[in-house]
């Protein structure tokens, strides 16, 4: 079956730090990936995803390179800030495997930014 | 134009009761997915409808349930709660898909407490 592994947080750093949240997956398809953020007592935002290998999704800052030799698709942002605290999903959609719009999510790494 | 909106927002109810949890979709989305999210298991897809039928369902007992309607609102109902039930359900609308995958707009979710 599907599965998405990122790593576990909370990620600490402090205003303007560069940023890295790793995120692998398995998949038996062709899957698009996607990354989500959830804000305090809020739901889930979609913040970028990619649908085919060496697809580059980008928003707000952040971006992330669907890479299909390493199943991998790392989040980075080059200088974060205070708001970008948050809670962040890396998840995979894989419709030609009969699955309609599912989606599998990791386990979700929390942000904290200090300022 | 309007988001996904979730009621109730939070609930608190005793064990072996049942509950109803709706979802209002974005308009013109027919397609409505249930999460349920927990600290222990993350974000867990529970059933996607589309146009009044079950389309897809994960691994949940058959306790969980829902029904969509035919101006794509839906209801999911759970029965004989349990304290593991406890959890912060999420609803997704997204455009039709028969293949390939579109966007999905969350909720802000509605926070279930059983007692």
């Known amino acids: 079956g599907n599965s998405v592994t990122q790593m576990e947080g909370p990620v600490t750093l402090s205003e303007e730090a560069f940023l890295t949240i790793n995120c692998t997956y398995t998949?038996?398809?062709?899957?698009?990936l996607f990354w989500y953020v959830q804000y305090p007592g809020e739901g889930l935002q979609l913040l970028l995803k990619?649908?085919?290998?060496?697809d580059k999704g980008s928003n707000k800052g952040f971006e992330a390179t669907y890479r299909k030799e390493t199943t991998s698709f790392h989040l980075e942002k080059g200088s974060v800030q205070v708001s970008d605290s948050a809670v962040y999903f890396c998840a995979l959609s894989d419709p030609g495997n009969n699955a309609g719009n599912m989606l599998t999510f990791g386990g979700g790494t929390r942000l904290m930014v200090k300022p | 134009k309007a988001g996904v909106t979730q009621t109730p927002r939070y609930l608190i109810k005793t064990r072996g009761q049942q509950v109803t949890l709706s979802c209002s979709p974005i308009?013109?989305?027919?397609?409505v997915s249930w999460y349920q999210q927990t600290p222990g298991q993350g974000l867990q897809f529970l059933f996607e409808y589309f146009s009044e039928t079950q389309r897809n369902k994960g691994n949940f007992p058959g306790r969980f349930s829902g029904r969509q309607f035919s101006n794509s609102r839906s209801e999911m109902n759970v029965s004989t709660l349990e304290l593991g039930d406890s959890a912060l359900y999420l609803c997704?609308?997204?455009?039709?898909?028969?293949?390939?995958?579109?966007?999905?707009?969350f909720g802000p979710g509605t926070r279930l407490t059983v007692t």
């Open positions: 308009s013109g989305h027919r397609s």
């Open positions: 990619a649908t085919k290998a060496d």
């Open positions: 997704a609308s997204s455009l039709v898909s028969d293949r390939g995958f579109y966007e999905q707009y």
């Open positions: 998949a038996t398809g062709y899957p698009s």
